[in-house]
């Protein structure tokens, strides 16, 4: 880096300090949205050039943030703030004829369309294939870059969600001390990617491992963004496009 873009680059950071959320006074937590955290596969939007939709230098199995469109480090520490909830959405075919897209926008938030009542996520009686994905949303922290997100497991992506709906209720042991319902943000989770494949189908998933208790100063963090969100109602976005992309594809 240049002295002449340090010196822009540090001039700025003083100018905005000073001038910290000036213009934005009217805005809260209700008026905005966190980033969702996508994992991109081959066939959503962001990856093919000539879309309006393209980020440049995305490749499948990145991870990447849906509002700035920053491509993220991976694997990336993760810590859970919230558990938002589960619902089913059903997109019409993206090969048909017909209109594409999601079919649920009449019914964005949580408690509506829940999986576990919801007759369009069962599997049929001769087997036949859910008519709506499976969504686990969660509210998380991201120590790296400072970041507040949300997080989406669907699909394939749905093993993951149970184990760590798991790791969440799992008891935790502290200086011998076992702590039997600790925070959603007692645990650092290493969030990374890994290419999948069945049969003619390829596609990437996420992997999830603990890299330990979470840090101090990152608990006091996530503790105050949970207080300031558990009485909000966090609606996370489905892209046409890209949730629909999401089943794994032939190669």
Same mark, same amino acid.
Request: net charge negative.
């Given at each position: ?5 340090? *010196? ?7 100018? @905005? ?48 943030? %849906?509002? =700035?469109g920053?491509?993220?480090p ?28 999601v079919?649920? !926008?009449?019914?964005? !938030?949580?408690? *509506? ?9 069962? @599997? ?5 294939k859910?008519?709506?994905?499976? @969504? ?6 991201? /120590?790296? =870059? ?33 702590i ?7 645990? =650092? ?17 996420? +992997?999830?491992s603990?890299?330990? $208790? =979470?840090? /101090? ?8 963004? @949970? ?6 109602? $966090? $609606?996370?976005?489905?892209? %046409? ?7 794994? +594809?032939?190669?």
């Open positions: 880096m240049s002295k002449e873009v340090e *010196k822009i680059g540090n001039t700025a950071v003083e100018e @905005f300090r000073g001038q910290s959320g000036q213009g934005t006074e009217g805005l809260g937590t209700d008026d905005v949205r966190p980033p969702r955290l996508v994992l991109a596969q081959s066939n959503h939007p962001q990856v093919k050039k000539g879309n309006a939709k393209y980020i440049q230098g995305l490749s499948e199995g990145d991870l990447f943030n %849906d509002l =700035t920053a491509i993220l991976l694997p990336l520490e993760v810590v859970i703030v919230q558990f938002l909830g589960r619902r089913a959405i059903e997109f019409y075919p993206m090969d048909g004829p017909g209109p594409h897209g079919k649920d !926008f009449n019914v964005p !938030f949580y408690g *509506k369309n829940d999986p576990r009542t919801d007759p369009r996520a069962k @599997f049929g009686p001769n087997g036949e859910p008519a709506a994905t499976v @969504f686990y949303e969660y509210l998380v922290y991201l /120590p790296q =870059t400072g970041e507040i997100a949300s997080l989406s497991l669907k699909g394939t992506q749905l093993k993951v969600a149970t184990t760590l709906n798991s790791l969440l209720k799992y008891p935790i042991t502290i200086n011998g001390e076992m039997t319902s600790p925070p959603a943000w007692a645990r =650092t989770y290493l969030l990374g990617s890994a290419s999948q494949q069945k049969d003619q189908y390829q596609w990437s998933n996420y +992997t999830l603990q890299r330990g $208790v =979470t840090d /101090p100063a990152v608990r006091k963090i996530a503790a105050d963004l @949970f207080e300031s969100f558990k009485a909000k109602t $966090v $609606v996370i976005p489905v892209e %046409d496009e890209g949730d629909a992309a999401d089943e794994p +594809t032939p190669f």
